[in-house]
């Protein structure tokens, strides 16, 4: 059973900055894509993801201010947020997807404060 486990949530203040992070139970080279999501009130969105082969995908609301990275020999995926907003709040949401079928981990909180 893959377990996806994420760190690094918190308080901060808007213009902050935090790092997730995400560390798998295996080698992150077995997954198509590794990303975060932020969930919102019914729906879960895509922040950023990155493919085995390191091309990487943001939301336009994230572009410029979040990076996503890996580092495949600790199994592990980054988010650096830097410039903060409110309205990044939410809890963030590990994904690995491998075959067409996803794992998630159980998510980490972020708050901005205005």
């Known amino acids: 059973q893959v377990q996806l486990v994420e760190s690094g949530g918190g308080l901060v203040q808007a213009g902050g900055s935090l790092r997730l992070s995400c560390a798998a139970s295996e080698s992150i080279f077995d997954f198509n894509t590794m990303g975060w999501y932020r969930q919102a009130p019914g729906q879960r969105d895509l922040v950023a993801r990155i493919?085995?082969?390191?091309?990487?995908t943001y939301a336009d609301s994230v572009k410029g201010r979040f990076t996503i990275s890996r580092d495949n020999a600790q199994n592990t995926v980054y988010l650096q947020m830097n410039g903060l907003k409110s309205e990044d709040t939410g809890v963030y949401y590990c994904?690995?997807?491998?075959?067409?079928?996803?794992?998630w981990g159980k998510g980490t909180l972020v708050t901005v404060s205005s």
């Open positions: 493919t085995v082969g390191g091309t990487t």
């Open positions: 994904n690995a997807n491998r075959l067409s079928r996803n794992y």
